[in-house]
């Protein structure tokens, strides 16, 4: 593989990319960069977002522009605000040991005299949504005559948008000679034309299948009654604690009332979509990027170019009436080498729909079922311990303590963890104890799958920050434990932790292999998980949970308490439970699971309106 250096780059420009992190050239970075450092050539490059075209064509901007000079030699149009920053920003990254250098952003909703100003203290490069820049240019208030490298990112989104007559407009104000570069991830018809018509011999360069979706991203989908959709959305969060997402809606409206709803049902959600003020818009991304908000409902076109590396998730909600669309929404996900899931809700009538996805996208789906409560259950209680047990502590505590201390004096470890464990068992049993089961059998497949009381699952404590996904976990069970082909199935990897089943008369080697095993440094825990890994009927531990039901009876007036606190701090309508005639859980303001934003607010953890520890890292 070829490094940075190799492909050409300056001194000033390779500090900056070891500061970024950046160590070997992606694909199109690699094609790319030489070819345009090398010739004055007009360039046509086509690759999946998220693949690095914006340091495909920054760098060499950056290496051949004279930073001396004052004169605007670099246009990049970009079709949205969103975009325009992002370049900004990382352009101003890459060039950080540019002395001189000086990029400036144009575009719409922001001052123009201000734009202006930063223009005329002398900007070699700007970047520009097509309308502003139109704008700017019959006001004089820009002067790209001198122009030698134009750019034209996501020039198939830029189309989509309407910016044609917008964009052939700027190029007119353009020098002939110059060279243009055009970055697109698809290569529809208008984008040929533009090529045609504003670039003289373009070299072409392709990464990928051009309507291949990244591979860094798995496909699912979950077949659910239409009107259980958003009640299996809520459980598809509610089985990930740490999702990050955007889950997409098809109008603006659907999108809105998604979004009210999750954040009603106390989930850290926000929407991002054309009805929205610019302000309220360049809100909610921010809190989006500072994970505020988990789960980012939008419609398509306001999600256009979203560039957050850490996505988990990618929910189709809906999915799009254009079904090329899902192709630009997947790769919202599975970015900057990392994997990420795309995960489609959908009701028996769009069941068709998945099979022309998956000749488009030239993948498979894996059909998954919505997850039960118990498993939920579960793995909100492993991803809470595993917090627990990987928190760092300081002494700024210490003086807190002393009073708690002696609050449970007399309490053994055992009985504390089990009260401690119990405040998030009891919600999210309690509001999952009747509910139904969400999956609906598709007829194609012929129901159940693999599941029989022979199968032993396991909860191991390793997941997706260890860079596992589920093949790869597979794949590291079957070498470990040196098991064939189908011995290990039902693979859910998580953020932290995953689960596997594997039949029972393999349980006794597995747990005896994991009893001293050590992956990078640290040693793997397996544990017999109570769940099956299948969406519920009859599989709950029924006298466990009575069990538990009394004892948390006993302590019931405890765990009101700190509910009502929370409950203070955020009344909440008890409007979508699926066990509204509960009256225990009536009676404490307590039938549904909290999501991110309150849910421990009875608690010490985390709520989004505190200072919020770092996630994910
Ligand atoms: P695209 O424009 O193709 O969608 P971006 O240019 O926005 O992709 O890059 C996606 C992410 O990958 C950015 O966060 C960027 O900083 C990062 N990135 C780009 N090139 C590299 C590289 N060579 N190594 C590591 N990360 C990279
Ligand atoms: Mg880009």
């Known amino acids: 593989m070829r490094t940075f250096q190799e492909l050409g780059l300056n001194e000033d420009l390779l500090n900056a990319i070891t500061d970024m992190g950046f160590v070997t050239p992606s694909d199109v970075q690699a094609q790319a960069i030489p070819l345009l450092l090398n010739e004055e050539r007009d360039l046509v490059a086509l690759a999946q977002t998220g693949t690095g075209k914006t340091a495909a064509f920054g760098f060499p901007m950056l290496e051949k522009i004279d930073i001396d000079s004052r004169t605007t030699q670099g246009l990049i149009l970009s079709p949205t605000r969103e975009l325009c920053l ?141 009107r259980d959709r958003y009640q299996a959305l809520k459980r598809l969060a509610d089985a990930h604690p740490d999702i990050f997402s955007v889950i997409f809606c098809r109008t603006k409206r659907d999108t809105q009332k998604v979004a009210e709803n999750l954040i009603e049902s106390g989930y850290s959600a926000g929407a991002l979509h054309g009805d929205l003020s610019q302000n309220q818009r360049d809100l909610v991304m921010k809190s989006f990027r500072n994970k505020q908000i988990q789960m980012l409902v939008a419609t398509d076109v306001a999600a256009r170019g979203i560039d957050v590396d850490d996505i988990t998730h990618v929910i189709n909600y809906q999915l799009p009436d254009e079904i090329e669309t899902y192709t630009h929404r997947s790769g919202r996900t599975g970015r900057a080498g990392k994997t990420g899931v795309s995960m489609v809700i959908v009701s028996k009538s769009e069941l068709r729909k998945i099979k022309t996805i998956e000749r488009i996208i030239k993948k498979q789906f894996e059909k998954k079922d919505i997850p039960s409560g118990t498993e939920i259950t579960e793995v909100q209680l492993m991803s809470l311990a595993n917090k627990i047990h990987t928190t760092e502590t300081g002494d700024e505590i210490d003086k807190y303590l002393e009073s708690i201390n002696e609050l449970f004096v007399d309490t053994s470890k055992e009985d504390l963890i089990k009260k401690f464990f119990s405040v998030e068992f009891n919600r999210f049993f309690n509001y999952y104890q009747k509910s139904k089961d969400l999956s609906v059998v598709d007829a194609r497949d012929g129901g159940e799958g693999r599941v029989s009381s022979n199968d032993t699952r396991y909860f191991i404590n390793v997941g997706r920050k260890d860079g596992f996904d589920w093949m790869k976990l597979k794949d ?99 409007d979508d439970s699926g066990n509204r005639g509960n009256r225990r859980s009536r009676r404490s303001n307590n039938d549904k699971p909290r999501g991110r934003r309150s849910e421990h607010s009875g608690s010490n953890f985390s709520g989004s309106d505190r200072p919020r520890r770092s996630r994910r890292k």
């Open 86 to 226: 992002q370049i900004t920003n990382e352009l101003k990254q890459y060039g950080k040991y540019c002395n001189g250098l000086n990029v400036v952003a144009i575009y719409g909703g922001a001052s123009i005299t201000e734009q202006a100003k930063q223009v005329k203290r002398g900007a070699q490069i700007i970047v520009a949504t097509p309308g502003r820049m139109k704008d700017m240019i019959s006001r004089k208030l820009v002067d790209i005559s001198k122009i030698q490298y134009s750019v034209l990112d996501e020039a198939d989104e830029m189309l989509n948008m309407g910016f044609y007559e917008d964009i052939t407009d700027i190029l007119s104000h353009t020098p002939d000679d110059k060279s243009t570069w055009l970055f697109s991830a698809t290569m529809p018809r208008e984008v040929a034309a533009i090529a045609n018509k504003f670039m003289y011999d373009p070299l072409e360069i392709t990464v990928g299948n051009k309507n291949e979706s990244t591979s860094n991203v798995s496909h699912e989908y979950y077949l659910v009654n239409a």
């Open 476 to 574: 590291f069970l079957k070498e470990k434990l040196e098991l064939g082909r189908d011995d290990v199935f039902k693979v859910d990897v998580k953020e932290s932790f995953s689960f596997f089943n594997t039949e029972k008369t393999l349980q006794e080697k597995v747990l005896a292999f994991f009893t001293d095993f050590k992956h990078e440094g640290r040693f793997v825990n397996v544990e017999v998980s109570e769940n099956k890994g299948r969406s519920g009927s009859g599989r709950r531990r029924d006298g466990g949970g009575r069990r538990r039901n009394s004892g948390g009876g006993r302590r019931r007036s405890d765990d009101r308490r700190s509910e009502r606190r929370s409950s203070d701090k955020k009344p909440r309508r008890s």
